[in-house]
């Protein structure tokens, strides 16, 4: 235990001492904010869980790999591999820290829609958005793993990671609403990672309630989650690929 | 003998299509300091990550303090501390933070008395707070011999422990590298400098293509070989009549000096001088020396260390 504090304050300090971490991790929700905020004020109400539920897939899927990225790429971890420290504690150190960034990123957006757009919370609605604002970010950073764990060079993890952000974010009925989609997509945009999120935050933060399939929600959310974080272990790397 | 601390047998490694060992058995008995001598790629570094644990050998076992290393690599793992060829530290900690976090993936936890006498040994008390990124090479790399020694180990594993250092930082980790040995520590380096195999090793493996070609003392690698004195002289002069001169048994030149081994030396420089006056060259900086690793290693292998494989 004592072993496992000592790690995850070392990862801790690497993640705030490292400028372009702390640039995106902190920095990007916020502008995210900024920008939808400049472009449609009158929502933000609707739009705050989509922002967030934005911020977690970029986070899940692109940033919270890249310092584990950064660590392959340049022989630490296969220093720490030299050492008699188990993996889990390894990846389960580097994983408590990313989720508490991620946390620290929605709390960010909620100010900030708090506080330059008056989007109102209670007490209810957030104690209720925050389990499942973790269940997604839980199920994206798996999904990230994979990513990683597939990718030979950290360059095109984010290529990857980024890509399939980008249509996640299009179809999952975070920013456009989902009848501007086809038929077909429609019917298959319910059973992609991110829509089940957004419907979960969404009713929680604005409405203080569960949204009424939320059972389905987090089942697929669950499956999701356990399916990519059985295979993102199968697929762990502590070397670039050659 | 007692039984080895590390006992390798019969290794074989490759990547991909790549064999970097073909079949290399090797150990080391407690205690001793054991060099790897070898040029760029012959296997020193894979032979080691197979100590390590950190490769996986394609056939052979390696044995620590009785413990099979692929059977049982955490309790192997526990007993070394290593410092690998590329240093590959988390360089956004400082070098007090860097020493405890890898004592501590040890459960060793040291105080700050403890982390301070640490670092007093290689020099870096000043830079304790300071980001191990922003250290020069040389400290960098007494940094990692502080973090391979932060555990305690009994056995240390260098690999290439002064590649990058000048001669005046290189010595320094000689004294560091006797002092660990004068601990009762059994320590393992690699190397392709054959005066730094030559000071500090009490046994050497001289590795060569995935292979080893000899293993014993300095002293006795050269003896065994009957290898002759070695004359040293800056003149210009073909080769093959070189060569032919008395009593010279083989001639090259290093850089501008001509060396030949030669049973009489004294019979062999007369007839070189007579040489170089007819060819109306001149000699300068005659030197006799006695024959040295690298002339065992070119005897073994029918090449120079600086030539990598
Ligand atoms: N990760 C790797 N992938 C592919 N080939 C490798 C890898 N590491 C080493 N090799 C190859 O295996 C052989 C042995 O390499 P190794 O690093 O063990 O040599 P070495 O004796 O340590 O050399 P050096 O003195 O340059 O460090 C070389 O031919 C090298 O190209
Ligand atoms: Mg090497």
New interface residues.
């Given amino acids: 235990m004592k072993r496992f504090l000592i790690l995850t304050k070392a990862m801790t300090l690497m993640h705030l001492r490292n400028g372009y971490v702390l640039f995106w991790n902190f920095t990007f929700p916020v502008l995210l904010m900024f920008i939808y905020g400049a472009v449609m004020s009158q929502y933000m109400d609707y739009m705050t869980p989509g922002v967030i539920v934005l911020n977690a897939l970029s986070f899940g899927l692109v940033s919270s790999s890249t310092m584990m990225l950064e660590m392959r790429e340049k022989s630490v971890l296969r220093r720490l591999q030299a050492t008699p420290l188990p993996a889990v504690q390894l990846i389960g150190s580097y994983l408590l820290v990313n989720v508490i960034i991620g946390v620290l990123q929605s709390t960010l957006i909620i100010l900030a829609g708090v506080v330059l757009y008056d989007v109102p919370v209670t007490a209810t609605s957030l104690l209720l958005s925050y389990p499942m604002i973790l269940a997604g970010m839980l199920a994206f950073m798996a999904l990230g793993g994979i990513i990683s764990g597939m990718a030979a060079k950290a360059g095109s993890a984010t290529a990857v990671g980024m890509t399939i952000y980008f249509l996640l974010m299009f179809i999952s009925d975070m920013v456009f609403p989902l009848d501007m989609l086809p038929d077909w997509l429609r019917n298959v945009v319910p059973y992609l990672p991110a829509y089940p999120v957004v419907q979960l935050v969404r009713s929680a933060m604005l409405e203080a309630t569960l949204d009424p399939k939320w059972l389905t929600h987090l089942f697929l959310l669950a499956a999701y989650g356990i399916g990519a974080t059985f295979i993102a272990a199968k697929l762990f790397r502590w070397e670039p690929k050659a | 003998m007692s039984k080895p601390i590390i006992d390798a047998q019969n290794l074989t490694a490759a990547?991909?299509s790549i064999t970097a060992l073909k079949g290399v058995s090797l150990s080391v008995e407690k205690g001793e300091i054991f060099g790897l001598l070898g040029p760029n790629g012959a296997g020193k570094s894979t032979l080691l990550a197979c100590v390590?644990?950190?490769h996986k050998p394609n056939q052979g076992s390696v044995h620590i303090g009785g413990i099979n290393v692929q059977s049982d690599s955490?309790?192997t793992?526990?007993q070394?501390g290593?410092q690998?060829q590329?240093t590959?530290?988390?360089?956004?900690?400082t070098v007090a933070?860097l020493v405890?976090?890898?004592a501590?993936?040890?459960?060793v936890?040291l105080t700050s008395g403890q982390i301070n006498d640490l670092l007093a040994r290689f020099d870096l008390v000043e830079k304790r707070n300071v980001?191990a990124r922003r250290l020069s090479g040389g400290q960098q790399q007494r940094l990692a011999l502080a973090v391979a020694i932060a555990n305690d180990p009994q056995i240390v594993l260098l690999d290439e422990p002064t590649s990058a250092l000048d001669p005046h930082a290189r010595r320094a980790v000689w004294d560091i590298v006797r002092q660990l040995h004068d601990e009762g520590r059994t320590i393992v380096l690699t190397t392709h400098a054959m005066e730094e195999a030559e000071a500090l090793c009490g046994r050497i493996a001289i590795i060569d293509r995935g292979q080893i070609v000899a293993c014993d003392t300095p002293a006795a690698l050269i003896a065994n070989l009957q290898l002759n004195s070695m004359l040293k002289a800056t003149v210009e002069l073909p080769l093959d009549q070189v060569r032919s001169l008395p009593d010279v048994s083989n001639a090259r030149y290093t850089g501008q000096h001509l060396e030949m081994e030669t049973a009489r030396p004294e019979v062999t420089l007369t007839a070189l001088h007579e040489l170089a006056g007819r060819s109306g060259r001149s000699i300068r900086d005659v030197m006799l020396r006695q024959p040295n690793l690298e002339d065992v290693f070119l005897k073994l292998t029918g090449h120079a260390l600086a030539e990598s494989n």
Avoid at chain 2, 88 to 93: F, G, Q, R, T
Avoid at chain 2, 104 to 107: G, H, K, M, P, T
């Fill in positions: 990547y991909g390590e644990g950190l955490t309790a793992k526990r070394l290593i690998l590329r590959a530290l988390m360089d956004d900690l933070e405890e976090v890898y501590a993936l040890y459960e936890y980001l």
